[in-house]
């Protein structure tokens, strides 16, 4: 399955941030880690490696709910 095809993970960059955040890219997924709700935040360059960032923060997410249940 496509990354982009998969939900729980939100990406913005450039234009949809304020003008002085232009240049770089926030990634984010909401966590549920031993009863604590919380969100991780990726923040990098507009050009990094989307695919491998978003594969990771759904891994990550994955073991979270896993361990949580």
Request: proline share 3%; net charge negative; hydrophobic share 35%.
């Amino acid at each position: 399955m496509d990354v982009s095809e998969k939900s729980g993970v939100d990406v913005h960059l450039g234009d949809e941030l304020p003008e002085d955040y232009h240049s770089i890219s926030i990634i984010t997924t909401d966590l549920k880690i031993a009863g604590f709700d919380g969100s991780l935040m990726i923040v990098g360059p507009e050009m990094m490696g989307y695919k491998k960032v978003i594969k990771l923060l759904h891994a990550i997410n994955n073991q979270s709910t896993k361990g949580s249940g």
